[in-house]
């Protein structure tokens, strides 16, 4: 594969500029295949379902390198971050007075499994976030010797902002606090470091390129020592030694502890073949196509005088580039019906940049925002 002439390889409807992958990526014209390999594995007999479970494990095995964790044993599947971020939030062991510090711009899926926390005495102590400040100061104030978890997204949905995940880590550790990432915008753009983190999660339909219906979770075993699951289910134990007495089980020894149910297999399969594609295309490379394009766009939106939110400092960002504006969904309306995909709401427009994207993309969207904006 080269980059950028990548289009051919996803199902991209001609004459479509797809400018948000923040949104959903479309899926790399391979699934087809993918998929028939799949029902081929379903309820088709013992070696049928053998090897379906072989994919399970490849796919958790490419997990642990997008995370940089030790093996498929730190990985689980979940539905959705949303799903693993409660898994961890009911594991997370805490006392009265205790505290879980999130920023009040963060995502639903990080901010509000935590506030189920309040009822055993927690506070859900909230950073403000109004300018990037790299030390990451703002999260230095609020933690303290309390403070149970830092919840946080690596790169901001709403801003596109990239957090200073080392100066998150030392702040966290420090006061002997778990790091709880949500990777979902940084996955298959640039490096995720999960061997910082206690818990690293994704969801899978965006910039990896995958599906919905599963999301990944990393768990860092060696910062966090034996974590028991708050939420269970028929997968949680490893076995069940005496029947007659159901309640001395044994737990998976891994992260498989934290998937209650049976996962969505369809999902792993097409997720194993998106991770391949982004991982064989190396993570370096690919961020450096992203981001490149992303700075272009950075620069040429703040040359229209738009209210750019996102850093123009590449290690300051990823692949989104947001700027706020009063009637968001009106721009994203208006540039659909020119055949430009952008991503309008929460008072902002988002404008990603991934694999499939070019420079004749980025001036075409550039060009439709200034005739846009020159109308208004």
Not at 221 to 242: E, F, H, I, S, Y
Not at 312 to 319: D, G, I, N
Not at 361 to 374: G, H, I, M, N, P
């Amino acid at each position: 594969m080269t980059l950028p002439a990548a289009r051919a390889e996803f199902l991209l409807p001609d004459g479509l500029v797809h400018m948000a992958p923040g949104g959903e990526s479309p899926s790399l014209a391979s699934t087809a295949a993918v998929l028939a390999r799949y029902l081929e594995c379903k309820g088709t007999g013992p070696g049928a379902e053998a090897a379906r479970w072989e994919v399970y494990h490849r796919a958790k095995r490419l997990v642990a390198a997008l995370f940089g964790l030790p093996g498929e044993e730190s990985i689980a599947f979940v539905p959705s971050v949303s799903d693993g971020m409660n898994a961890v939030s009911h594991a997370l062991p805490v006392r009265d007075g205790d505290n879980i510090v999130v920023e009040d711009v963060e995502f639903g899926a990080v901010f509000y499994p935590w506030l189920h926390l309040r009822e055993r005495g927690v506070e859900i102590r909230i950073v403000r976030q109004r300018d990037w400040d790299p030390s990451e100061g703002h999260y230095a104030a609020a933690v303290d010797a309390r403070t149970r978890a830092v919840a946080v997204s690596q790169v901001s949905y709403l801003t596109g902002l990239r957090h200073n995940v080392e100066a998150l880590a030392a702040i966290a550790h420090a006061r002997g606090a778990w790091l709880v990432l949500d990777a979902t915008h940084a996955a298959g753009v640039v490096p995720v470091p999960g061997e910082l983190c206690d818990f690293v999660l994704s969801a899978c339909y965006k910039w990896v390129l995958g599906w919905h219906g599963v999301a990944m979770l990393g768990w860092n075993r060696a910062r966090t020592g034996d974590v028991q699951p708050g939420l269970m289910g028929w997968r949680t134990p490893a076995a069940v030694p005496d029947h007659t007495k159901p309640l001395e089980y044994t737990t998976r020894p891994g992260a498989s502890r934290f998937e209650t149910g049976g996962p969505s297999y369809v999902g792993i399969f097409v997720l194993e073949n998106a991770l391949r594609y982004v991982l064989d295309a190396g993570i370096d490379r690919i961020s450096d196509h992203d981001l490149r394009l992303a700075g272009e766009l950075n620069r040429a939106l703040r040359r229209l005088a738009l209210d750019v939110a996102t850093p123009p400092e590449p290690q300051h960002r990823a692949a989104n580039t947001c700027f706020w504006h009063l009637e968001p969904a009106a721009v994203a309306q208006s540039l659909a019906e020119q055949g430009i995909w952008v991503s309008g709401g929460d008072g902002r427009v988002r404008i990603g940049t991934h694999l499939w994207c070019s420079d004749e993309d980025v001036s075409a969207t550039v060009e439709a925002l200034r005739r846009l904006t020159c109308g208004l």
